[in-house]
């Protein structure tokens, strides 16, 4: 059973960098069907897309957080990360990672969808 | 940008039929997959690519997605069933992936 633990911090300062780790166990991050993403949720409010990666490196950002938002991937260590830079307390949330599927016809990848999700871990940011 | 337009709550009698929205341009054109979150739990997939059930969803849950409108169906609605649900889609014009706000079930 495929499963995803985030880590990391639960208190970052104003003006630093947030940096949160997934370990994939049950799975292979290097499998070729599969992105992996960062997904949040503020207290009380809906979900935020962040950002996937797939094991090559590739990724996607959501335009609202590109300019502060680095995902990368440890295929070693079965990991991948988010560091999000000059947080403030708009950035307090819960932060879930999960896996993406892709739905790909000939050609051409139509989409993707988050088949397994982390239990989330809540960054508070705050002095 | 792409948006999903999600009623914010839906109220449904126990045991009758549950139907939750997601609005959005030509929707119809994509696909489109729904989640249930349960309070201080994570997501789970519930229906994807419109109208596929993972394994270990109830077949109560069904989904459909046409012209502008998706919607997601449950039936016999059961206490168990109260959550939130929201619907994405990957919007492959600008490579995002997009949540719509939101639905609070309630089962009276």
């Known amino acids: 059973q495929l499963q995803l633990q985030e880590s990391g911090p639960g208190l970052v300062k104003p003006s630093e960098t947030l940096s949160l780790t997934c370990t994939v166990s049950g799975g292979s991050i290097s499998s070729s069907s599969y992105y992996w993403g960062w997904i949040r949720q503020p207290p009380g409010k809906g979900l935020e897309w962040i950002g996937s990666i797939y094991y090559s490196g590739s990724t996607y950002y959501n335009p609202s957080l590109k300019s502060r938002v680095t995902i990368s991937v440890d295929t070693s260590k079965n990991q991948f990360s988010l560091k999000l830079s000059s947080v403030t307390a708009a950035d307090t949330a819960v932060y879930y990672c999960a896996r993406l599927g892709i739905i790909r016809i000939v050609g051409a990848t139509l989409g993707y969808y988050f088949d397994y999700w982390g239990q989330g871990t809540l960054v508070t940011v705050s002095s | ?108």
Do not use: M
């Open chain 2, 1 to 108: 940008s792409y948006e999903l337009t999600q009623p914010l709550s839906v109220s449904v009698a126990l045991g009758q039929t549950a139907r939750i929205t997601c609005g959005g341009n030509n929707i119809g054109s994509k696909n489109v997959h729904w989640y249930q979150q349960k309070p201080g739990q994570a997501p789970v997939l519930v229906i994807y690519r419109d109208s596929n059930r993972p394994s270990g969803i109830p077949e109560r849950f069904s989904g459909s997605n046409s012209g502008n409108t998706a919607t997601l169906t449950i039936s016999r609605a059961q206490a168990g069933d109260e959550a939130d649900y929201y619907c994405q889609v990957w919007d492959s014009s600008t490579a995002c992936v997009v949540f719509g706000g939101g639905t609070k079930l309630t089962v009276l």
